[in-house]
Nanobody, 121 residues
Framework: QVQLVESGGGLVQAGGSLRLSCVASRRTFSRNAMGWFRQSPGKEREFVAAISAESDSTYVAASVKERFAISRDNGKATVWLQMNRLKPEGTAVYYC??????????????WGQGTQVTVSA
């Protein structure tokens, strides 16, 4: 069974930074791509960032490309989302996800419970 546990969310002022963490309980972590998604009330889920199993390929959404970065440590079974210069529209529940493939392109099958990020104006 795959479990993903996010942490690091909270309340931050606009312009501030947060670093989200996701720890995975999965024996094959080092062979699986990881991703971050977010969803605000009344909006569709947004694909924010993703990273391949060996960190040789990443994706960051155009809306956050200059401010967010994704990274991972396979030895720690952890993936991070560094978020800088946060904006109020970044307020959302952020979800960590993983998939069975080693590349980030494709359906993400496993999801964490999410962590709330609130950015005040």
């Amino acid at each position: 069974q795959v479990q993903l546990v996010e942490s690091g969310g909270g309340l931050v002022q606009a312009g501030g930074s947060l670093r989200l963490s996701c720890v995975a309980s999965r024996r094959t972590f080092s062979r699986n791509a990881m991703g971050w998604f977010r969803q605000s009330p009344g909006k569709e889920r947004e694909f924010v960032a993703a990273i391949s199993a060996e960190s040789d390929s990443t994706y960051v959404a155009a809306s956050v490309k200059e401010r967010f970065a994704i990274s991972r440590d396979n030895g720690k079974a952890t993936v991070w989302l560094q978020m800088n210069r946060l904006k109020p529209e970044g307020t959302a529940v952020y979800y960590c996800a993983t998939r069975d493939g080693n590349t980030w392109r494709g359906l993400f099958e496993y999801w964490g419970q999410g962590t709330q990020v609130t950015v005040s104006a």
